[in-house]
Structures are given as C-alpha cells and as structure tokens.
C-alpha cells in the first residue's frame, strides 16, 4: 500500500531551527508538496519537490531524496505564527495527492 | 469572490436528511476536488474532476455524489446523511504546471 509518514508533533522554541521528516511510499512518483495549516483554516501551499536538493524560499527550505523516498521541511527562525501543523503529500503515477497525517508543530517563546 | 468559496461553513444535520455543499471558484482551474479531513488522518480524496462535465471517484467515495456542469462549480452531495460522515470538508482547485492545490476554507459538518 502507499503511504506517508511524518511525526505526529513537534516543539521547539521561537528564534530557533526545526526540521520536519517525511517519509513515503507510494506507487511511483511525481512530485513531494508541503503545506501549512493554521488550526481551523485550510491547508496554503509552501513548497514543491520533483527533483532531488534543496529548494529554499525565503525561511522556508524543502530537501528531497527520491532514491530514500525521504523529504524533509527547514524552517529557520522561528516565529511563533509558524505553530500550524505541516503536512507532506506525494503525487503518485497515477498523478493522484497520497497526504501525510501532519505534523503539529508547537512552538514556544 | 477572490479563490474558492465553500457553503456553508458550517451545519449540523441529523442522520437520514440530504445535504449539498456548495463550492464555487473563480480562477479558472479546470481540476477540482472534494476532500475530508479528520483528526488523526491525512486529507481523503472523495471525488475530483478534471475538467468540467467530467467527475471521478477518489478513496472515499461512498455516500457522496459530485456533479460538474460547469468550470467554476464543483457541488457535493450527501443523499443520506450518516453519522460517520460528521468531518471538515475541504473543496480544491489546481492549474498551475506543479498542480498545487488551492483550498477552500472548509464547510464543518456535523452529523447527529
């Protein structure tokens, strides 16, 4: 079967570095996404991967390694509006979104 | 209207009563989605369409219907409302060349 794995939770402390895992396998591959959700709101779109490095945008970085089947999300000095759960997607062959669970990051001052 | 509008954002039904949720966009993407989201799981695809006048079944499917008469409205129905269906409904857009996924704010939908 497919699947995404991502921790359930995180915390770390404002100013600081943070980096969130994800794992995957699924029935081939077509691009890794991250998106960021604020407790009752919708998922917003962060980042893209299709080919393996590190794609860096603004504090927000996203590293893939499609032979692993492993990405990872940086997010360097922390804000505390950056507490949201992030959650890691990957496009099948079939071009079909297989999502992770999340991952509910907590930051403290 | 500026993205994806959902309505409602939020109802609660009893079981047995049919139930549209309503999603309207205004960006001109030709895919469109219907997924629920429930604590502990990931995001579950119910129905997509790709292009307007076409729909297809995701994992979910059971329970729910989609039409897509249009490109820019893309209506869930519930035909018989079940407990097991009280979830936060997300309607999404893509057209971009990445295919991110533009959401909606959700519809929150209880079932008693």
């Known amino acids: 079967g497919q699947n995404i794995d991502q921790p359930t939770e995180m915390t770390a402390t404002e100013g600081a570095i943070v980096q969130i895992n994800c794992t995957y396998q699924?029935?081939?591959?077509?691009?890794l996404f991250w998106y960021q959700q604020h407790a009752g709101e919708a998922p917003t779109f962060l980042s893209y991967?299709?080919l393996d490095g590190l794609e860096e945008k603004g504090r927000f970085s996203s590293f893939l390694s499609r032979s692993k089947g492993y990405s990872y999300l940086l997010l360097k000095e922390l804000q505390m509006k950056d507490s949201a759960s992030y959650l890691c997607?990957?496009?099948?062959?079939?071009?079909?979104?297989?999502w992770g669970a999340g991952t509910k990051l907590i930051i403290k001052p | 209207i500026a993205g994806i509008t959902q309505a409602p954002t939020s109802q609660i039904l009893a079981a047995g009563r049919r139930m549209t949720l309503r999603c309207t966009q205004d960006?001109?993407?030709?895919?469109m989605y219907w997924y629920r989201q429930d604590l502990g799981l990931g995001l579950r695809l119910i129905h997509y369409?790709?292009?307007?006048?076409?729909?297809g079944k995701g994992e979910v499917p059971d329970g729910y219907s989609v039409s897509r008469a249009n490109t820019d409205d893309f209506p869930l129905t519930l035909a018989s409302a079940v407990p097991s269906q009280t979830s936060v409904y997300f309607c999404a857009s893509s057209g971009s060349s990445t295919g991110e996924l533009f959401f909606g704010e959700g519809s929150r939908l209880t079932v008693l």
């Open positions: 997607a990957v496009r099948d062959s079939n071009y079909q979104l297989i």
């Open positions: 369409s790709n292009t307007a006048g076409t729909t």
């Open positions: 991967n299709v």
């Open positions: 699924t029935s081939g591959f077509n691009g």
């Open positions: 960006m001109r993407h030709n895919a």
